[in-house]
C-alpha cells in the first residue's frame, strides 16, 4: 500500500501541467523604468523625454523664426538623399515586405503573440478597425483623388505610359503591399518582444538580441528619442494636412474661408476632442471611434460607388489591380536615373512610411496581443490593403472619368489646392445638390474623425515611448503629449503656412533613411526572437501530448486497480 501511495504521489508530481514562458526577461524591465521620474503627475523617462521635448522646440522654435531658410536647409538635405540614396530606400523596402511573408508561410507563423493560451483582446472587427484608421485614414482621404489624376496626366517613367491602369496601379504600388509590410514587421517586432519575452513596449527592447542589456542605457534612449521625434513630426505633418482638408469642407459647406488662421482654430478643437479620447485609452475612445470610422468610411464609399460611374469605377479596379499584380516585381526594383519623379512620389513615400512606421507599429502592437504570427501579418498585409484598393478606385476612377469629360478642370482644381479635391470631386457628380451636401458632410465628418483617432492614438504612442514602455501611465502625461502635437501643427501653420509644413514634411523624409538601417536590424533580432519561440512551442507542445498520453495510461491504471481507489 504504501508503495502505491508513492507511485500516485509521483505520478502527480509529473502530472504537472507544461507551462510556456512568456516573461523570461521581465525584471530587466526594471533597469530601464528604475530611471523613470515620477513626480508633479508624471512617470516618464528623463532622458527620452527631456531630449526629445527639447529637439521639439529647437526645430519649432528656427521654424517660427526663420521658416524659409529652415526649408532651404531640409530641401538640400532632402534632394542629397532622394538623388543619391533611392536604391537604398528601394531594396529595402522590398526586403521589409519579402521577410514578413516569409514568416506568414514558414514555421515561425505559429508563434502566437503572448504565448500559446493567448487570446486576443479585440473583436476582428474593431481590430481591422484600429488598423486602417491608425495606419492610413488621413492619407486615404487627402490623396485618393488627387494621386491617380496626377500620375493620369503626366509622364511616369516607371511605365511605359499613363493609361488608367497604369496611374491606379502605380498608385496601388504605393498604398498596397510595401507601406503595410514596413507596418507588419516593426509591429509585430514590438509586440513579440513585449508579449512573448516581457520587455517593455518600447522600440528599444526589439533590438535586445542584438545590445543585450545595454539597451537599457544610452543606446535604447537614441534609439526612443528617433522613435518619437519621427512620431511628432510625422503626426504634426498629418494634423497639418488634416486641418486644410476640414478647412476646404467647410469652405464647401458653409462658406468659411480657407486660411492658416481657421487651420490653427480646427486643430485647437480636434486636439481637445483627441484629448478626451486619449483620456478614455484604447479600449474606450480610440476603438469606438475607429470602429465609428469605419462604419461610416463604408457608407461614404458606397455612396461614391453608386451615386458615380459604377462601371468605370469597376473596371478602373480591374485594370488597376491587374497592372499592379502583373508588374510588381518590375516596378518594386525599379530605380529611376536623375530621380526626379521617383524622387517626390515612391521615395517620398517609402521615407514616409518608414518614419511613421514607429507610430503605426508601436500602436498596432497594443492591440495585437493573441493573434498568431501567420494571423497577424496575413490580416496587415491583405485587409487594409484590399480596402486601400477599393478606396482609391472609387474615389480616383471617379475623378479619372471627371477629367475626362470636363477638358481637365478636375486636374485644375487639384493642382490649385489639393486639400479642396476630394469636395471638387463631389461637386462635379451628376446628382441633387441635397446629395452633394450630404456627402460633403459625411466627407468632413471623415476627416475629423480620421484626425482625432491619429491624434490620440499618436499620443498614446509617444507617451508610451516616453515612460520607458509603461502603458499605464498618468492620465496628465496623455494630455501634455496631445497637446504638444497640436501645438507644433499650430506653430508652424503661423509661422508660413504650406511652407513651414513643407519643412516639417522634408525633416520626416529626413528621418527615413536613418530608420531605414534600423528597420534592417529589425529584421535580423526578430528572426533570431521567433526562431527561439518555435524552439519553445515546438518543447511545450511535445511536453502537452506526453502529459495527456501519461495521464490517460497513469488514471486509466488507477481505474483498474480497486486498491488504489481505496488510498
Not at 503626426?235 to 490653427?264: D, E, R, W, Y
Not at 477629367?403 to 446628382?431: C, P, R
Request: charge should be positive; include cysteine; proline fraction near 3%.
Amino acid at each position: 500500500m504504501e508503495k502505491k501511495k508513492k507511485t500516485v504521489q509521483k505520478s502527480k508530481t509529473r502530472l504537472k501541467k507544461p507551462k510556456f514562458e512568456t516573461d523570461k526577461l521581465k525584471g530587466k524591465t526594471k533597469l530601464l523604468h528604475s530611471r523613470n521620474i515620477n513626480k508633479w503627475g508624471f512617470d516618464f523617462h528623463p532622458q527620452v523625454s527631456i531630449i526629445s521635448g527639447l529637439l521639439v522646440l529647437f526645430f519649432i522654435g528656427s521654424t517660427l523664426k526663420d521658416p524659409i531658410r529652415v526649408n532651404e536647409v531640409l530641401s538640400g538635405i532632402k534632394d542629397n538623399i532622394t538623388n543619391n540614396w533611392n536604391w537604398f530606400f528601394i531594396i529595402s523596402a522590398n526586403i521589409f515586405l519579402v521577410f514578413p511573408i516569409y514568416l506568414m508561410f514558414s514555421k515561425l507563423g505559429e508563434v502566437r503573440l503572448g504565448g500559446p493560451k493567448a487570446k486576443p483582446e479585440y473583436t476582428n472587427f474593431g481590430w481591422y478597425s484600429m488598423l486602417i484608421s491608425a495606419g492610413m485614414g488621413i492619407g486615404l482621404m487627402f490623396w485618393s483623388v488627387g494621386e491617380p489624376l496626377y500620375h493620369a496626366t503626366g509622364k511616369m517613367p516607371i511605365t511605359d505610359g499613363n493609361s488608367i491602369g497604369e496611374a491606379l496601379g502605380v498608385t496601388f504600388y504605393h498604398w498596397g503591399f510595401h507601406p503595410w509590410g514596413i507596418y507588419a514587421l516593426v509591429a509585430l517586432s514590438l509586440a513579440f518582444f513585449a508579449y512573448n519575452r516581457g520587455l517593455p513596449l518600447s522600440l528599444r527592447s526589439v533590438f535586445y538580441p542584438i545590445f543585450k542589456d545595454k539597451v537599457f542605457g544610452w543606446i535604447g534612449d537614441v534609439i526612443d528619442i528617433t522613435a518619437v521625434i519621427s512620431c511628432l513630426f510625422g503626426l504634426a505633418t498629418s494634423l497639418g494636412f488634416g486641418s486644410q482638408q476640414i478647412n476646404a469642407g467647410l469652405n464647401f459647406l458653409f462658406g468659411i474661408p480657407q486660411s492658416p488662421k481657421i487651420q490653427v482654430l480646427i486643430i485647437v478643437v480636434i486636439t481637445l476632442i483627441a484629448t478626451i479620447s486619449v483620456v478614455s485609452g484604447i479600449g474606450k475612445g480610440v476603438r469606438i471611434l475607429s470602429e465609428l470610422n469605419m462604419k461610416v468610411a463604408t457608407v461614404f464609399l458606397i455612396m461614391i460607388i453608386v451615386l458615380g460611374p459604377t462601371l468605370y469605377i469597376v473596371r478602373a479596379f480591374n485594370n488597376g489591380l491587374g497592372f499592379y499584380l502583373n508588374n510588381l516585381i518590375s516596378i518594386s526594383f525599379f530605380t529611376e536615373n536623375g530621380n526626379k519623379w521617383q524622387g517626390s512620389w515612391t521615395i517620398f513615400y517609402w521615407a514616409w512610411w518608414i518614419s511613421w512606421s514607429p507610430f503605426v507599429g508601436m500602436f498596432i502592437a497594443r492591440i495585437s496581443k493573441g493573434r498568431t504570427v501567420r494571423e497577424f501579418i496575413l490580416a496587415i498585409l491583405i485587409v487594409p490593403t484590399l480596402l486601400s484598393f477599393i478606396w482609391m478606385s472609387a474615389f480616383g476612377g471617379t475623378a479619372l472619368f471627371q477629367n475626362s469629360i470636363d477638358g481637365g478642370a478636375l486636374l485644375d482644381a487639384v493642382n490649385n489646392n489639393v486639400a479642396t479635391s476630394l469636395f471638387a470631386m463631389i461637386q462635379n457628380l451628376d446628382i441633387s445638390s441635397s446629395f452633394k451636401m450630404i456627402l460633403s458632410i459625411t466627407g468632413t465628418f471623415l476627416v475629423i474623425s480620421f484626425f482625432v483617432t491619429s491624434s490620440d492614438s499618436g499620443s498614446l504612442v509617444v507617451d508610451n515611448l516616453t515612460s520607458g514602455g509603461k502603458t499605464d501611465s498618468p492620465i496628465s502625461q496623455r494630455i501634455f503629449w496631445a497637446m504638444m502635437q497640436g501645438t507644433i501643427a499650430a506653430a508652424l501653420l503661423i509661422a508660413g503656412g504650406s511652407e513651414a509644413l513643407s519643412a516639417l514634411q522634408t525633416g520626416v523624409i529626413i528621418s527615413g533613411l536613418p530608420f531605414t538601417v534600423m528597420l534592417l536590424a529589425m529584421t535580423y533580432s526578430l528572426h533570431i526572437g521567433l526562431r527561439d519561440d518555435l524552439k519553445k512551442l515546438k518543447q511545450y507542445r511535445s511536453d502537452k501530448l506526453l502529459n495527456k498520453m501519461f495521464n490517460e495510461k497513469i488514471y486509466g491504471e488507477f481505474e483498474k486497480d480497486e486498491s488504489v481507489k481505496e488510498i
